[in-house]
């Protein structure tokens, strides 16, 4: 069965401060990796796809990595507005998507 | 370039009654998803439509049903509620099929069940 775990559970940041967040998935046969941005009260914003190891995707302030057993979302000098909660989600032979139970970020100004 | 919409934004029903959720993907998209997040759990695959025809089922009882219609709209019903079932549901869309294809999601309806 596929398995996805985020962790921290919830990260408290200065603003400026980098960081990573980290998902370690088991998949049989992996198909593409997912990373999602999530506000309160919001559905899920796509953020990157990752489809092989060593593969790197970059937006803004983040970056995403993928080896053979986790991915890693990189922050770099967060903002206020980066405030949300990270979500990562694989999809393999089974063609679900299976999703992590997120991180929490906060940057405090 | 409008997004997913879902209707309505809350709903809220007591135990035994049924509920019908709506849903319209993004134009051009002809998969859709439904998903619930419940507190604690995450998002949990519930149902996968394209083309009028149900795909892929998550493990949930068959109480959960839908259907996509003609224009590619979707509708999630879940019969004789019961008090676990409140939760944000979600519907997401993508061009045809699962395969590198990002899911774009809507902003859920939140079902609370009295």
């Known amino acids: 069965e596929d398995q996805v775990t985020q962790s921290p559970e919830a990260l408290r940041l200065q603003e400026g401060e980098s960081s990573s967040l980290n998902c370690s998935y088991t998949v049989s046969g992996l198909r593409g990796l997912f990373w999602y941005r999530q506000d309160p009260g919001k559905g899920p914003e796509f953020l990157f796809t990752l489809y092989s190891a060593g593969e790197e995707k970059e937006k803004e302030r983040l970056k995403a990595t993928l080896t053979k057993k986790e991915s890693f979302l990189h922050i770099t000098a967060p903002k206020p507005e980066d405030s949300a909660t990270y979500l990562c989600?694989?999809?393999?032979?089974?063609?679900?998507?299976?999703f992590g139970k997120g991180t929490k970020l906060t940057v405090n100004p | 370039e409008a997004g997913v919409t879902q209707s309505p934004t809350h709903l809220i029903k007591t135990r035994g009654q049924q509920a019908t959720l709506r849903c319209s993907p993004i134009?051009?998209?002809?998969?859709v998803y439904w998903y619930q997040q419940a507190l604690g759990l995450g998002l949990q695959f519930l149902l996968w439509y394209d083309e009028g025809e149900e795909r892929n089922r998550g493990n949930f009882p068959p109480r959960f049903s839908g259907r996509q219609f003609p224009n590619y709209s979707s509708e999630l019903n879940v019969n004789a509620l019961e008090l676990e079932d409140s939760a944000l549901y979600l519907c997401?869309?993508?061009?045809?099929?699962?395969?590198?294809?990002?899911?774009?999601f809507g902003d859920g309806t939140r079902l609370s069940i009295l």
């Open positions: 989600a694989v999809q393999g032979g089974s063609e679900k998507l299976v």
């Open positions: 997401a869309s993508s061009f045809f099929g699962w395969y590198n294809q990002p899911q774009h």
């Open positions: 134009s051009g998209h002809t998969s």
